[in-house]
């Protein structure tokens, strides 16, 4: 990287630069459910392979200081980022200048709304567990005792994410 | 067990070669763009990046 004078990252001239596609290569989905007596267990697994995605809302965490990335070892101090400084002859010298983390992250993710778009773009790509499902049949000779006019009767816990 | 699996294979061909249009937006925020783009996948993504030493006879070409 080419940091500012001060040694913060900055923007390359020259416009914006094709980054990515938004769109996924494949999309994967499998479900299955096991029985064991009464017991019932399903799940649902969803994948997405390629692709990419903006995160404004890291960018605006990041630049107010509140995403957990803006803390580096539980603390605030000061660091040099790993870059080079134009010396103003057309050459670079290796960065040796600190700056507070406030600096870095506005530098990185305050720039205009969203920041360095680069910064927080990332691979889409996702292996997810959507839906588990564990479910009981009550026996019968509880339901038709008690709860006759119920046709069949199921405890479930679901769970999504 | 029930799998499903699809590929996503798409190109924009053209946009508008008469008039020379060959990138259309489809959304814009600031620096953050997506467009349809002639030879492109649809929905590219276009944005700022980091300044980077492209000079490659420079010894820190690269960084």
Known sequence: MILTSEGAPQAATGGRVRL?????????????????????????FDARFGGKVFSATNAILQASGVAAATV?????????VDGVIADGAGGYT??????????????????????????????????????????????????VKHLSRTPGLVLAATTFG | MNVNFSTNKNRVVDIYPKEGVSIYNLA???????????????GQIYG????????????????
């Open chain 1, 72 to 80: 580096r070892n539980g603390e605030r101090e000061a660091f040099v």
């Open chain 2, 48 to 63: 700022s990046t980091y300044a980077r030493v492209t000079d490659k006879g420079s010894p820190h070409f690269g960084k």
């Open chain 1, 20 to 44: 990515g596609t938004q769109q996924p290569d494949a999309l994967l989905g499998i479900t299955n459910t096991f029985s064991y007596k009464n017991f019932n267990l399903g799940f649902l």
């Open chain 1, 94 to 143: 290796q960065n040796t200048k600190a700056i507070i983390p406030q600096r870095y992250w506005d530098a990185v993710a305050g720039l205009n709304n969203l920041g360095i778009t680069e910064a927080n773009l990332y691979d889409a790509t996702s292996v997810r567990l959507r839906n588990v499902q564990l479910s009981y049949t009550l026996p019968k000779r509880i339901w």
């Open chain 2, 28 to 42: 814009t925020y600031d620096d953050v763009l997506v467009v349809a783009e002639a030879g492109q996948l649809y």
